[in-house]
């Protein structure tokens, strides 16, 4: 979105083509969900972003970017996945599952929370397994695993704990994430602490059947009885897709896409990257508080690329 305010108002034409709704990656975030930024850093376009605590909900920054939207009347395409991405001397031919179109340019702005990290364990693909967790009510009065110690688990663990939930944390390192948000982290430690919610530290699930999972300890392999099981174990980019448009991908686990951080552009000119997608398997360098002028920072170097080719330098 901000990438198509800064275009709009340098007098390019643009769409903004998105396979779900209006911010889908936020929408599908947890319903309680508190961003860690306060709400003057979630601002874009200039408009500004009251929330009624410091600490915006996901249902503020929900309405707010709805009324951006309408307020700049940008150019959306709802509900439309992009297919492929062709290239051809002088333009990009976009195919989606419902039009097709072209463009001189193409800023990919597609995150990270697309595509779960699997646990690539036994029963990983039972309906009971969530990589994804937005309500805690539905969990009230069941037995819940919670994999991992950042911010998404100990919120689960918290909000389901709270509703009723028996839970137990599941934690391959020896301590609660120092990601995890400050107001939070002492929460979360308390309650284990007290024994309202287990954890398991230095330990993994090794496998989950239907009434009961598997955790190797450091005293052992033990089984619980087990309801439902929330792996909030990370998300990752698309690295297919980018692949398959050229982007050169760095050859260690981070997988960073090649790209000017001056300018956004890739290794493929016209291409550019914003927002998370930027930083690869890094998901926690890049979020909306220090990437929104990427969008201003790319139209800048695309209306500086026109004026060159309209005066014969390009």
């Not at 083509?17 to 209006?22: D, H, Y």
């Not at 929460?187 to 955790?215: H, M, P, T, W």
């Not at 005293?219 to 050229?246: H, Q, W």
């Not at 050859?251 to 930027?278: Q, S």
Request: charged share 25%; proline share 4%; net charge neutral.
């Amino acid at each position: 979105m901000s990438c198509a305010i800064a275009a709009q108002r340098a007098g390019l034409s643009y769409v903004i083509v998105e396979k779900g709704c209006l911010v889908n990656s936020l929408y599908n975030y947890p319903a309680n969900m508190t961003f860690f930024s306060t709400s003057e850093k979630l601002e874009i376009g200039g408009v500004p972003f009251v929330s009624n605590n410091i600490k915006p909900t996901r249902s503020e920054a929900l309405e707010y970017y709805r009324r951006v939207a309408a307020k700049f009347e940008l150019n959306l395409r709802l509900f439309e996945r992009v297919k492929t991405i062709s290239k051809t001397e002088e333009r990009y031919i976009i195919e989606t599952d419902k039009s097709r179109c072209s463009a001189r340019y193409i800023i990919v702005s597609t995150g990270f929370y697309d595509i779960p990290n699997l646990m690539d364990i036994l029963g990983e693909d039972l309906p009971k397994v969530k990589h994804y967790y937005q309500d805690p009510h539905f969990y009230a009065r069941q037995k819940v695993i919670v994999v991992g110690a950042n911010n998404s688990s100990v919120d689960a663990a918290l909000e389901t704990c709270r509703k009723g939930a028996e839970v137990t944390m599941v934690i391959r390192e020896n301590q609660i994430g120092e990601r995890v948000k400050y107001w939070v982290r002492p929460d979360i430690i308390n309650r284990i602490q007290e024994g309202s919610i287990k954890a398991y530290f230095n330990s993994n699930l090794l496998a989950v059947r239907e009434a009961e999972a598997d955790i190797q300890t450091p005293e052992g392999k033990i089984s619980i009885p087990n309801d439902f099981v929330l792996a909030m174990t990370g998300y990752k980019p698309d690295f297919t897709f980018l692949k398959n448009l050229g982007v050169n991908l760095s050859d260690d686990e981070i997988r960073l896409p090649e790209h000017n951080p001056e300018t956004m552009e890739t290794n493929v000119k016209g291409l550019y990257l914003a927002g998370v997608v930027c930083g690869g398997m890094n998901t926690h360098k890049w979020f909306i508080e220090n990437s929104r002028e990427h969008g201003e920072r790319i139209i800048g170097h695309i209306v500086k690329r026109e004026g060159e080719s309209v005066n014969g330098n390009g």
